[in-house]
């Protein structure tokens, strides 16, 4: 009878044991799942030209995502010209991941085109792209401003509090931290590393 309470004990703490692992995965599953949602749609670049300066929203494809991790090196440049009277195109310095579909697009819209090219449209035009971004609170006449007549030379750089947030002093005591494992961070100081700090997935600097 010992025996036997003692076995069913260690399989009932075995069953708690893996019932509090998965609960643990799904809820970080979630967390993170949210945290890449929130910080997507959050991203914003800013387009800078001779002529002043405006924000664009980037879009949830991976095409946007390699532009981001782009543009977290620095700063990027592009020469732009006009093209069919709707829209100006400039090359990249590298292809992204297309996921090209038919598409209408409107002013304001940033897309990729045969995989190294930005085009951003003052027009409208149906053809097959993959997007990249959206200008915001675009208009035929805000964008005819900064984008000008003719050729022009763009200025592309990631807008501040975009992405995942670089910290330079560590976590006060009082916010709720935990690891990319799901686990609850107690100690302080934090090292350097990626952590999930009151639901929002922050660098810590070393």
Same mark, same amino acid.
């Given at each position: 009878?010992?025996?036997? %309470?003692?076995?069913?004990?260690? +399989?009932? &703490? &075995?069953?708690?044991?893996?019932?509090? +692992?998965?609960?643990?995965?799904?809820?970080?599953?979630?967390?993170?799942? %949210?945290?890449?949602?929130?910080?997507?749609?959050?991203?914003?670049?800013?387009?800078?030209?001779?002529?002043?300066?405006?924000?664009?929203?980037?879009?949830?494809?991976?095409?946007?995502?390699?532009?981001?991790? %782009?543009?977290?090196?620095?700063?990027?440049?592009? +020469?732009?010209?006009?093209?069919? @009277?709707? +829209?100006?195109? @400039?090359?990249?310095?590298?292809?992204?991941?297309?996921? &090209?579909?038919?598409?209408?697009?409107?002013?304001? !819209?940033?897309?990729?085109?045969?995989?190294?090219?930005?085009?951003?449209?003052?027009?409208?035009?149906?053809?097959?792209?993959?997007?990249?971004?959206?200008?915001?609170?675009?208009?035929?006449? &805000?964008?005819?401003?900064?984008?000008?007549?003719?050729?022009?030379? %763009?200025?592309?750089?990631?807008?501040?509090?975009?992405?995942?947030?670089?910290?330079?002093? !560590?976590?006060?005591?009082? !916010?709720?931290?935990?690891?990319?494992?799901?686990?609850?961070?107690?100690?302080?100081?934090?090292?350097?590393?990626?952590?999930?700090?009151?639901?929002?997935?922050?660098?810590?600097?070393?």
């Amino acid at each position: 009878m010992e025996i036997f %309470l003692t076995n069913f004990a260690s +399989e009932k &703490n &075995n069953s708690n044991y893996k019932a509090s +692992e998965i609960m643990k995965s799904a809820v970080l599953s979630i967390l993170l799942t %949210l945290i890449t949602f929130t910080t997507m749609a959050q991203t914003k670049i800013t387009l800078s030209t001779s002529t002043g300066s405006m924000t664009a929203t980037l879009s949830d494809t991976e095409a946007a995502r390699e532009l981001a991790e %782009l543009l977290s090196n620095g700063p990027l440049t592009i +020469e732009m010209t006009d093209y069919g @009277g709707f +829209e100006k195109v @400039g090359a990249l310095p590298q292809s992204f991941t297309t996921y &090209n579909h038919q598409i209408t697009t409107a002013p304001g !819209d940033i897309m990729l085109y045969q995989g190294n090219n930005m085009v951003i449209f003052y027009g409208s035009n149906s053809w097959s792209y993959t997007p990249l971004g959206k200008i915001d609170n675009a208009t035929t006449a &805000n964008l005819r401003q900064l984008l000008g007549n003719g050729s022009v030379t %763009l200025t592309i750089t990631l807008a501040e509090n975009s992405g995942i947030d670089d910290v330079m002093v !560590d976590a006060p005591q009082k !916010d709720i931290v935990y690891n990319l494992n799901g686990n609850l961070i107690v100690h302080r100081p934090l090292a350097s590393g990626l952590y999930i700090i009151n639901g929002k997935k922050t660098f810590i600097k070393p």
